[in-house]
């Protein structure tokens, strides 16, 4: 209910001006740690966006092109992700696609969930390839 109420603001705002409103997540213990990592390795520019900024502000939050792109590290496990769900992978990373939300994406790592919604005309494929990049480093291995 959360992601939808997030998609609703972001896809409000898409294409306005100024600082964009995303609720952030509250990981704890090793969820914060990675997604404070992948803070640090999220690009400046995703499918030809420029980064901009969300509020309130949190290490846990990304906005590409003034929303129509949008990050968050920390995120509980999706409601509708059944353990028999087959994970779509790319480079690396399981991503879940939410049946009930088609612009919705929650990466699957062992130390955090991290959900991508997508406004716009951008295509998913490219956008959690771009993100399955940084997304690959926060994995307690790398």
């Known amino acids: ?73 920390g995120v509980p496990r999706p409601v509708r992700m059944a353990p028999t769900d087959q994970l779509q992978e790319v480079g690396g990373v399981g991503w879940f696609a939410d049946p009930d939300k088609p612009a919705l994406f929650t990466a699957v790592t062992d130390l955090a969930y991290v959900e991508v919604t997508l406004g716009g005309e951008h295509v998913a494929a490219e956008v959690l390839a771009d993100l399955s990049k940084p997304i690959a480093q926060i994995a307690p291995e790398a």
Request: with cysteine.
């Open 1 to 73: 209910m959360r992601a939808a109420a997030v998609l609703l603001v972001l896809l409000a705002l898409a294409g306005c001006g100024g600082t964009v409103r995303v609720e952030p997540p509250a990981p704890q213990g090793e969820a914060a740690a990675a997604c404070a990592k992948l803070a640090t390795l999220l690009p400046a520019t995703l499918d030809g966006e420029e980064r901009g900024s969300s509020t309130p502000e949190s290490p846990y939050v990304a906005v590409w092109g003034s929303g129509v792109i949008a990050l968050r590290c």
